[in-house]
């Protein structure tokens, strides 16, 4: 079975940048698009990358998404952290057959 | 505005059937190029996917989950439905209802509900 794996837990300093990667079990992780949602507490999720870099309107440029082949992953990348960054960040994308798959989540604290 | 809202039993008794309804409103649910599913969340747990549908009744589904799941349309009333049959413990989550950009991501969620299984 096709998965995605993200580290656990990320934390970072107000200001500074920080990265969460994605990787792919097996297979291309370029050959299907890439998206990222972050959670808050007690909310739905909300869309911060899809496409595998692209940014839905109202998500500001501080966030970015890429990928690389040759790692077989993903990455969210979030400059000038701030507190309220801090939530937690899934990134999805699909199996050999075209179903869903979700990373596990990785919770990004700023501290 | 596109919403996106969950019903149903809040609390389901083990080896039962799970139902819930997700109506939409502010769109029509046979628009092209989406596709509608299911996510759930256990408590403090990640996010799974159960499954998607096309208007057309087109369904997708989790190979986990794909023994037990039955996603249903409705286009009359703008809905979609999901059975989990022979419910567990392990199936205590909230449950999401999204739409899903055809092999892109789930831009516009419900609020979720919490299905509690517990005799």
């Known amino acids: 079975n096709f998965m995605l794996t993200q580290p656990h837990s990320v934390s970072e300093s107000p200001g500074k940048t920080v990265t969460i990667s994605c990787t792919g079990s097996s297979g291309s992780i370029a050959s299907n698009y890439v998206q990222w949602y972050q959670q808050r507490p007690g909310s739905a999720p909300t869309t911060v990358i899809y496409?595998?870099?692209?940014?839905p309107s109202g998500v500001p440029d501080r966030f970015s998404g890429s990928i690389d082949s040759s790692s077989n992953s993903a990455s969210l990348t979030i400059s000038g952290l701030k507190t309220e960054d801090e939530a937690e960040y899934y990134c999805q994308s699909f199996d050999s057959s075209n179903l869903v798959v979700f990373g596990g989540g990785t919770k990004l604290t700023v501290l | 505005q596109l919403q996106l809202q969950e019903s149903g039993p809040g609390l389901v008794k083990p080896s039962e059937t799970l139902s819930l309804t997700c109506t939409v409103s502010?769109?029509?649910?046979?628009?092209?190029?989406?596709?509608w599913g299911w996510i759930r969340q256990p408590p403090g747990k990640g996010l799974e996917w159960i499954g998607i549908?096309?208007?057309?009744?087109?369904?997708y589904y989790n190979p986990s989950l794909k023994s037990r799941v039955t996603i249903s349309v409705d286009t009359s009333k703008n809905q979609i439905s999901l059975k989990l049959s022979s419910v567990t413990a392990a199936d205590t989550a909230v449950y999401y209802c999204?739409?899903?950009?055809?092999?892109?991501?789930?831009?516009?969620w419900g609020q979720g509900t919490l299905v509690t299984v517990s005799s």
């Open positions: 999204a739409r899903h950009i055809t092999m892109i991501n789930f831009d516009y």
């Open positions: 496409e595998d870099n692209q940014r």
């Open positions: 502010g769109g029509s649910i046979s628009s092209n190029s989406y596709y």
């Open positions: 549908i096309y208007y057309s009744g087109s369904t």
